[in-house]
């Protein structure tokens, strides 16, 4: 095996992307849905390969540029995806949650600080148990922030690079309680409490019309059809299209054939009998009247109307508040149907009731006049782009960085948002200006997972590695059980508080509020368990807003916690 690590010290690009591959691999495997994921796999993988080879005398360690790099471009990301929800959760019922969000992030942040200087804890202890009790992955690069910064004070004897291991090693002690614990908590708090959520659920399915959010694979059924029938029907001919729409409400013609030549779909034009009539509407209703108009016929000609899909971002201000039920009576009603409905990044279950919100994003699919039409009422029109404008890019992390280069004396020292949390922030101002204007600065979404989901494994690997062979010196089963106790409560008691302050203050539904915890702790995994224990998809509702402002506060934490349990 000496052979073995000696080529990987050799290699350090082996090394890296043997330990990440390796870290996904673990990250995958589950016991009845529960696992480690990416990210802690890549701590115990690079910290495991590193003490393992510091047992035949060869020193592992990767280059502090490279893990800085991928650590700020894994920030970036993160502000380029809560950006929107998180401008947009400081009004209206964002407030509620944001102020759940901030509830749960404080008191874990509180707890962590306490509990490291109760017990003593040696330096770097506070920022990885935030970290891993949190399961912000994020605060790990925060915390190691403030002891590169110079503003945390290393006890005689003590080097950058054990506080980094001892980052490392409470991360890893207190993430797999951090992880299920919130998971069991979320999945069975309302039962705890003697609340019914199921029932709740469906309550709020049938007030607001949502339907099921897993339920939209792929399958034979479109909501919206275009069909071409003969006009035959004595009762119809003669009638303009203005008339026509009038007695029959609930359908389009969208495009009239005579004599071989489109005639298109002029409100005074008058039906003929031998027309052919492209007609649109919902599919209930163009399975409903079949004698209205006459045969159906496929006539290429007729149906060759142009179709549109788009992403259309809502801000114009006359729109938000209005349930999708409030434009049943517009003129293109019928001529499109909304397919997914995106909030702060995370799709929504939506229904005829669901009121829209400020950088909603809705994607649509229809008749193109109908589509250009529907977003000049709500807001601007996205068309889909999978090119990344990197000159964005780059001005966002300059910007960035400049801002990182701010500080201010606190704490006896200077102190700022420093580069990662200058870089969140520029992520959080570009994504919301982007959001707005949609004409530059795209970033798809497959690359800003790149972003993140690479930024952030490829950092925590590279820190593992370098921990890994002073973590022997470090690790004693008292100090150990001391951190996870820590952990544990900082897991555990923060949901509680949230769910009692939800409930019985600001009244939130059960089902909903289930999503509110586990954006409060910006962690996906609680959510997705609440909904399968109820049946229903109503706890993604309450998740976005908490998930986006958590997300920010936690990871900045990390940095306050390493100051604050001096």
Known sequence: MQGFFTFLQQNPYLLLFFTVGLAVWIGRANVKGYGLGMVAGAIVVGAGLSVWASTYGVKLELNNFAKSLFYYLFMYGVGLRVGPSFVNSLGGDGLKFTVLAVVSSVIGLTLVVVGAKLFDLPVGAAGGMLAGSQTMSAAIGSAEQAVTAGVVKLPAGMTPEAASGMIALSYGITYIWGTVGIILICKYLPRWWGVDARTAAKQYEKEFGVKDLEGGGLTGYRQFGLRAYRLENPATVGLSIAKFRMMNPEYRIVNVGRDGEPQGADPELVLQKGDIIALGGSTEHLTEKMGLIGPEVADAQTLGIPMDQAEIVVFNKDVVGRTFESFRETAIAGQLQVTKVERGGVQIPAGLKTQLQRMDIVSVVGLKGAVNELGEMWGRIARTNTSTDLLTLSAGMIIGFLIGMIDFPAFGAKIGLGNAGGLLLSGVLVSSIVSRLRFFGNTPNAARNVLEDLGLV?????????????????????????????????????????????????????????????????????????????????????????????????????????????
Do not use: D
């Open 458 to 566: 490829v950092f925590v690997a590279i820190v593992g590695i370098n921990a890994g062979a002073g973590l022997l010196s470090q690790l004693t089963g008292a100090v150990a059980l001391k951190i996870f106790i820590v952990g544990f409560i900082a897991c555990t008691i923060p949901p509680f508080i949230v769910w009692a302050i939800g409930y019985h203050i600001f009244k939130i539904n059960p089902a909903v509020l289930m999503g509110g915890v586990a954006g409060a702790r910006s962690h996906s995994g609680p959510c997705r368990e609440a909904a399968v224990e109820i049946q229903s998809t109503v706890p993604w509702i309450g998740f976005p807003v908490g998930y986006a402002v958590s997300g920010i506060l936690l990871t900045v934490f990390g940095y306050f916690a390493m100051i604050l349990a001096q």
